[in-house]
């Protein structure tokens, strides 16, 4: 599955801890969030080789912002994701197997307070169809809501990415509109659909699947 897991137009913006906010454990440090097959933990520096690996092959990327284009950029990137969940803007879990980092998941507030937020994913394309993105973004969607405190979580894909809309769908998330032309890659513009999910909504499905979908 793929959807924007990096925005390079971010790195020029200075890091400042939003007014009034208290800080809570997951700005300190990401918890580590276990399912069955997978284990989603804070990134590491050492995950730059195989995050690079996995995310810069022309099936994840058709469709994603550009990733880095080397094993240092992402080692900048992810110092980066480290210094803006310090100040408590934004998350980013790697997915991993054996400790091996093989995509990652990402949530940053839309407003203050995390009221409104996005996510996004990229997962190398060897395990696509795998349940992993299912098991990862169950877990995600657990700690954005009842960690966080997320209220509404959005989340943008290409319309012409079929595998991405699906993966939304299948989540419950809404599709409530389609933002035309959007979306650059390439020198080519896309169209977005806009998805949602409401915090009622994810917690409603949970207990009529019997718990959560881990």
Not at 125 to 138: D, L, N, T, Y
Request: charged share 20%; hydrophobic share 45%.
């Amino acid at each position: 599955m793929e959807q924007m897991p990096y925005r390079p137009e971010l790195d020029s913006i200075a890091v400042q801890p939003a007014v009034g906010l208290t800080t809570t454990d997951w700005q300190r440090q990401l918890p580590v969030l276990a399912g069955t097959t997978i284990v989603l933990r804070e990134l590491r520096t050492s995950d730059a080789p195989s995050l690079f690996a996995m995310l810069t092959t022309e099936e994840v990327a058709r469709f994603i912002s550009p990733p880095p284009s080397t094993v240092e950029g992402f080692e900048r990137f992810i110092a980066w994701t480290l210094c803006q969940r310090a100040a408590g803007l934004y998350a980013c879990f790697a997915v991993t197997i054996n400790d091996t980092a093989i995509g990652i998941f990402q949530l940053r507030q839309l407003e203050p307070g995390f009221g409104t937020a996005e996510w996004g994913f990229a997962i190398g394309s060897e395990f696509w169809g795998s349940g992993i993105f299912k098991e990862g973004a169950s877990l995600l969607l657990d700690f954005a809501f009842d960690t966080v405190g997320v209220h509404r979580l959005e989340a943008r894909a290409a319309v012409r990415n079929g595998r991405g809309n699906g993966a939304l769908r299948k989540m419950g998330a809404v599709q409530e509109c389609v933002l035309r032309k959007s979306f650059s890659r390439n020198g080519e513009h896309h169209d977005q659909a806009l998805w949602s999910i409401l915090a009622d909504d994810w917690r409603h499905r949970n207990i009529l699947w019997d718990g959560p979908v881990h």
